[in-house]
């Protein structure tokens, strides 16, 4: 089967399959959001009526997710719903909130650098929480995502000449990547009860509804109807290409490959943030940063792809 999935490329040997085209348009649509988010900053709008349009947007296509991942599948278990609730604030609320926030005094590249640290801290709550043993393999490639993340911090420090802001920027992301590393502890046992889309769908739901809330507390409904119509394009830009599909895509790349292939080709992740930071928003590209960018994807993609 996997042979017939093969699209016909090789490279040295390797194979493409479907399934790692799937995980690469996947880390592409990821990577594009913060593209998306630094385009709108450049309009009269704030992190929260962004982030409410994203998610509004993505709503929709979250509930029919929902309905469609669940058909034929045996209701949810009670403890299920009861983990509903803190899981999708915690992940994709909290994290998405902090993430906006951080994004308005950070490059592109630097805060994907920052919340791509994530599996690290996954790594280090596990053996603080589950006591797993960390190896010195772990040891190394965390000290080399943590130098990377440094260097391209320094980088970030000269080129926007407001370092104060900067580390400003680095703290918000930093805390998106710390809650989201909780998020995915926090769902290991129940992916297996669920299944990882449907659970997905449902976790966005009430993200969803927790933004749209949160907009509706802190904002004047007006808002929501006088943005300049740009903005109302980057935020369904960002709802179906750095959202809806690259959610979906994940999915099925997992179905097709494995968790582990799509966690290495996921790493591409900060590489073509750089490039398309470089591209469509002039920002600088630096040799510091590409080899700060080259540290961290190194580091990770050991620690995620560690022996079990």
Not at 169 to 182: D, I, K, N
């Amino acid at each position: 089967m996997s042979a017939a999935l093969a699209i016909g490329s090789r490279f040295g040997g390797f194979s493409i399959s479907k399934g790692v085209l799937l995980a690469m348009l996947s880390a592409a649509g990821f990577s594009a959001k913060a593209i998306f988010v630094k385009l709108a900053y450049v309009y009269p709008v704030d992190a929260i009526t962004l982030l409410m349009l994203r998610m509004a947007f993505s709503l929709p296509f979250f509930i029919l997710m929902a309905g469609i991942s669940g058909r034929g599948a045996a209701r949810l278990p009670r403890q299920a719903w009861m983990m509903l609730l803190p899981l999708g604030l915690m992940g994709y609320y909290l994290s998405s909130v902090f993430d906006f926030i951080g994004l308005q005094y950070v490059s592109s590249t630097l805060e994907r650098l920052v919340l791509f640290l994530y599996p690290t801290f996954v790594l280090l709550f596990s053996a603080l929480l589950f006591r797993r043993k960390v190896g010195l393999r772990e040891w190394l490639a965390l000290g080399l995502c943590y130098l990377g993340t440094g260097l391209a911090v320094a980088h970030d420090w000269h080129a926007l000449g407001a370092g104060q802001s900067v580390l400003i920027g680095v703290s918000w992301v930093l805390a998106s990547a710390l809650c989201y590393s909780l998020y995915l502890i926090g769902t290991g046992e129940l992916v297996k009860q669920v299944g990882a889309l449907r659970l997905s769908a449902w976790l966005c739901i009430v993200a969803s509804l927790a933004i749209i809330v949160h907009f509706l507390l802190t904002h004047p409904l007006s808002v929501a109807f006088s943005l300049p119509w740009p903005v109302y394009g980057y935020g369904l830009a960002m709802a179906l290409l750095s959202t809806v599909l690259p959610v979906a895509l994940l999915n099925e790349a997992i179905r097709r490959v494995g968790a582990n292939q799509v966690a290495l080709v996921s790493t591409l992740g900060p590489v073509i943030t750089l490039f398309l930071g470089w591209l469509v928003l002039s920002e600088s590209m630096s040799l510091l940063q590409i080899v700060g960018a080259s540290l961290v994807v190194g580091g990770v993609a050991s620690v995620s792809l560690r022996k079990k």
